[in-house]
C-alpha cells in the first residue's frame, strides 16, 4: 500500500508541475467560476452563493506565494449583472489547523483567517488581477492526502442579485503569473459558466482512490443543456442524469476494479441546437460513505484514456 501511495504521489507531481496553477485549468475547458450575490434567484445557477477552493503548495517549496483573482469585482465585461450591478463578494483566504481536516471545513470558514478583501461594482478591478500575499506555506494546513500545505480561499456573496464571474492563479509573482512546481487546486463542491458554443465540451476530474466502491453524482440547474457523461479508462460515455431549470438531478455509478486509483473525467456537453448563452451549473459527487470528493483542476494521473475490455488470447505452441 505505501508503495501504491508513492507511486500515486509521483504521478500527481508528475502531472501537475508547472500546469496545474490556473483555475479552471486548460484541461477543465471551463470560462470562469461564478457566485451570485446572496439576493439572486437560485434559477441563476448557483444554490448557496458560495464557492470554496483549496490550493495544496508542495512540501519541498519554502518560498513566499501568491493568491491572485482575475476580475474580482462586479460589473464589466465578464459578468452577469441583473438590471443595476448591486452585488458583493467577499473573498477570504485561510490556512492553519482545521482549514480542510476540520469535517464541515469543506462548507465553512475553518482555520486561521489570513486575508480578506470584499469587491463591489467599482471598475478598479474590472478585467484586472487583485493579488492576495505573500505567504508562508508553513501557514497552511500540513495536509498529506492534499499533497502538501493546504490554504483556502472562499468567495462568498454577500449583497445584491448578480453573477460575478472571475477565475484564480497559484503564482509565486505578487503582478504576475508565475507557477509552482507540483502545486494545485481542487474543490468538492463546483460552480461553473459554461460555454455559450456548443462545440465546446467542459470537463471536471474526481479522483478514485481505491476504498470507493461506487459513487452519486449531482448536478444542480443544468437547464437540460445537453447531456453530462462519465469517461474512464475502462467507460466510454456513460450518461449521467441531468437537471432541469432550478432543480436538481443526481445518479449512480458502480466503480469498476480498473478505474481505482485513477481520475474519472465528467464531461458537459451542451444541446447543439438552441443551446443557452449564460448556463451557470452546480456539480458534487459523494463516494458510497457518503463523503465529497474532491475535483483536481488537473487530474491525478492524467486525463483517462479509454482502454477498452479486450481480452488477450496465448495459444500454446504444439
Given amino acids: 500500500m505505501k508503495i501504491l501511495n508513492l507511486l500515486i504521489l509521483f ?24 457566485t451570485f450575490g446572496n439576493k439572486a434567484k437560485t434559477s441563476y445557477g448557483d444554490d ?14 519554502r518560498k513566499p506565494f501568491y493568491i491572485r483573482i482575475f476580475d474580482p469585482n462586479i460589473g464589466g465585461e465578464h459578468d452577469e449583472i441583473i438590471g443595476d450591478p448591486n452585488t458583493k463578494t467577499k473573498y477570504s483566504v485561510y490556512g492553519g489547523k482545521g482549514c480542510i481536516s476540520n469535517r464541515t471545513s469543506r462548507n465553512g470558514a475553518h ?14 478591478y474590472d478585467d484586472k488581477w487583485y493579488t492576495f500575499g505573500p505567504f508562508n506555506p508553513s501557514q497552511g494546513e500540513d495536509a498529506p492526502k492534499y499533497y502538501g500545505n493546504v490554504f483556502k480561499i472562499i468567495a462568498q456573496g454577500t ?4 453573477g460575478n464571474l ?28 459554461l460555454h455559450a458554443d456548443a462545440n465546446q465540451v467542459s470537463h471536471i476530474y474526481p479522483y478514485v482512490d481505491n476504498e470507493v466502491i461506487s459513487i452519486k453524482q449531482t448536478n444542480f440547474d443544468w437547464d437540460s443543456d445537453g447531456s453530462i457523461k462519465l469517461y474512464s479508462v475502462a467507460t466510454m460515455a456513460k450518461s449521467l442524469s441531468v437537471s432541469g431549470d432550478d432543480t436538481s438531478a443526481s445518479s449512480e455509478y458502480f466503480v469498476k ?16 441546437t438552441n443551446t443557452l448563452d449564460n448556463n451557470n451549473v452546480v456539480f458534487y459527487i459523494r463516494n458510497n460513505y457518503g463523503e465529497a470528493m ?25
Fill in 11 to 34: 504521478l500527481f507531481i508528475a502531472f501537475t508541475k508547472a500546469i496545474a496553477q490556473p483555475v479552471p485549468a486548460a484541461e477543465e475547458n471551463i470560462p470562469f467560476l461564478v
Fill in 111 to 124: 482555520g486561521n483567517l489570513l486575508a480578506n478583501k470584499t469587491f463591489d461594482s467599482k471598475s478598479s
Fill in 48 to 61: 448557496d452563493f458560495r464557492q470554496i477552493f483549496y490550493f495544496s503548495i508542495p512540501k519541498d517549496f
Fill in 294 to 318: 474532491a475535483f483536481y483542476t488537473v487530474p491525478i494521473g492524467g486525463v483517462p484514456k479509454f482502454k477498452g475490455n479486450t481480452k488477450v488470447t496465448v495459444q500454446r505452441r504444439r
Fill in 159 to 162: 449583497e445584491g442579485n448578480d
Fill in 257 to 272: 476494479k480498473s478505474e481505482k486509483g485513477t481520475s474519472l473525467d465528467i464531461q458537459f456537453q451542451k444541446r447543439k
Fill in 166 to 193: 472571475y477565475r484564480y492563479y497559484l503564482s509565486t509573482s505578487p503582478t504576475k503569473n508565475t507557477p509552482i512546481d507540483g502545486g494545485n487546486a481542487f474543490t468538492f463542491f463546483y460552480t461553473f459558466r
